[in-house]
């Protein structure tokens, strides 16, 4: 049917002209078995014999999710994939890009997604940059889906939180949120509060060491919204959080001390780590129908003592992630 090619080493193997057309030939019609042509219309009963004579799949390819990883990741990378797969799609996963990407050579976010989409039906962005999940889709012929952009934000992790609280509370209005920890670097905060902020009665407490409290910015688009919030420095945590529905604890994100020569700040970061612990004696003091989450990874912020608590959520907000991003790729990839 087609000529037979073992190894492919260097290119005087191609010096015979019948050869060299033969693949260009194959070539131009490749095009047609791959996705869209063959997907929405299906094919036609030419292009279906041509299918069998070459031995070609006859169904449309499944669709593939590109996952771009410039950050470590083990949940949003894991559950993007595996909520792919469960769709019966692929995905291709990219991880240390910066280091195994062409990024290793000097290649902007901007060339790799637009060079991604040509093998990809969407792309998965995590970067260390804030903006560069934008900055990829302006430059992107497929859609992207922000997985963390720096200390900007997570939209996805905001989503499966808040289906989380629906589940466990059965409402995402009328809620005391308490968020405890890294407020300034923690990109899940910022998202969390972006979209809680268009919820009804929702009241904020901002819980941190003073160093890390929630970004300036955040602060006054909740204060031109006229959202209630307050930042609680210094006091107790017990004291606010027996009146609260939600706590929603972070991990002090230590990768974002850095000196000014781009070095990890270790000092900047002792000083502040291991600053507030949630542990029995804080969920002893909290409702019967509260929840304490976490986006996870916890370091030592979440003592383990209140993990069979069914108050904490954390493992079932992961466990949900890979749900919430089924019903996303779905939305994206087969919408209306
Ligand atoms: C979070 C992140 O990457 O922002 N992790 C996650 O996706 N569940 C939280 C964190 O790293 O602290």
Avoid: W
Avoid at 112 to 120: F, N, S
Avoid at 240 to 264: H, I, M, W
């Amino acid at each position: 049917m087609v000529t037979k090619l073992h190894h492919i080493l260097e290119t005087q193997q191609f010096k015979e002209d019948a050869l060299l057309q033969e693949l260009f030939a194959l070539t131009d019609e490749m095009p047609l078995f791959d996705i869209i042509k063959l997907k929405n219309r299906g094919p036609t009963p030419e292009e279906a014999e041509r299918c069998k004579q070459l031995r070609l799949p006859q169904e449309p390819r499944k669709l593939i999710l590109g996952n771009l990883f410039y950050e470590p990741s083990t949940r949003t990378m894991m559950s993007f994939s595996s909520a792919m797969m469960s769709l019966e799609g692929n995905a291709i996963n990219l991880f240390d890009v910066e280091r195994f990407s062409s990024a290793a050579k000097g290649e902007n976010i901007e060339d790799t997604a637009r060079v991604a989409g040509d093998y990809a039906d969407a792309i998965v962005i995590r970067h260390k940059e804030e903006g560069a999940a934008k900055k990829a889709a302006r430059h992107s012929s497929v859609p992207i889906i922000n997985a963390g952009d720096g200390t900007g934000q997570h939209p996805t992790q905001t989503l499966l939180d808040l289906y989380t609280i629906r589940q466990k509370l059965g409402r995402i209005d009328d809620l005391k949120v308490g968020m405890l920890g890294d407020l300034l670097n923690g990109r899940t905060v910022h998202s969390l509060t972006y979209l809680l902020a268009h919820r009804e009665g929702i009241k904020l407490y901002f819980i941190s060491p003073p160093e890390l409290a929630m970004r300036p910015d955040i602060i006054q688009y909740l204060s031109e919204k006229g959202i209630p919030f307050e930042q609680v420095v210094g006091e107790e945590l017990r004291d606010v959080a027996r009146n609260l529905d939600v706590l929603y604890v972070t991990r002090v994100q230590k990768e974002r001390f850095l000196k000014p020569d781009g070095s990890p700040d270790e000092k900047a970061y002792e000083a502040v780590k291991g600053s507030y612990v949630v542990d029995g004696s804080v969920i002893d003091v909290m409702g019967l129908n509260s929840i304490v989450m976490h986006p996870l990874p916890r370091v030592d912020e979440i003592d383990r003592e209140i993990d069979s608590d069914p108050r904490a959520v954390y493992f079932v907000q992961s466990r949900n992630g890979k749900y919430v991003r089924m019903a996303l790729l779905k939305m994206i990839l087969d919408g209306e």
